[in-house]
Nanobody
Framework: QVQLVESGGGLVQAGDSLRLSCKAS????????MGWFRRGPGKEREFVVAIWRSGGTDYADSVKGRFTISRDNAKNTVYLQMNSLKPEDTAVYYCAADPTNGANSYDYWGQGTQVTVSS
C-alpha cells in the first residue's frame, strides 16, 4: 500500500515562497509519475504539475515560471517550490502518485496541505 504524506503548507503573503514536500512509502518510487493538484475554496480540484520517472515535467499554465517540481528518489520525496505566490494560489495542495508512470491515472493521494496566500 502506498502512503503519501504532504507537509510544508502555511500562511504567507503575496510574493512570498513556500516549499511543499511529499514523502511516499514504497520501494519503487523512482519509477512513479508524481503530481501535485490543488483545490481552491469553492473550486474543483485542478492539476498543478507532474514529474515523470525520467524527470520530465508538465506544468499548468497558471504556475509556469513560478512553481518548480523536483524529486529526490533516494528520499522517496517530491517537492514543490512555489515562488511569487498569489492570493489565487490559495488552496489545499494534494500530492498524487501513479506507479504506472502515465499508463494509468493517479491511484494514490495524500491528505493535503493548506496553502493560504494573503494579499
Amino acid at each position: 500500500q502506498v502512503q503519501l504524506v504532504e507537509s510544508g503548507g502555511g500562511l504567507v503573503q503575496a510574493g512570498d515562497s513556500l516549499r511543499l514536500s511529499c514523502k511516499a512509502s514504497g520501494r519503487t518510487f523512482s519509477n512513479w509519475r508524481m503530481g501535485w493538484f490543488r483545490r481552491g475554496p469553492g473550486k474543483e480540484r485542478e492539476f498543478v504539475v507532474a514529474i515523470w520517472r525520467s524527470g520530465g515535467t508538465d506544468y499548468a499554465d497558471s504556475v509556469k515560471g513560478r512553481f518548480t517540481i523536483s524529486r529526490d528518489n533516494a528520499k522517496n520525496t517530491v517537492y514543490l517550490q512555489m515562488n511569487s505566490l498569489k492570493p489565487e494560489d490559495t488552496a489545499v495542495y494534494y500530492c498524487a502518485a501513479d506507479p504506472t508512470n502515465g499508463a494509468n491515472s493517479y491511484d494514490y493521494w495524500g491528505q493535503g496541505t493548506q496553502v493560504t496566500v494573503s494579499s
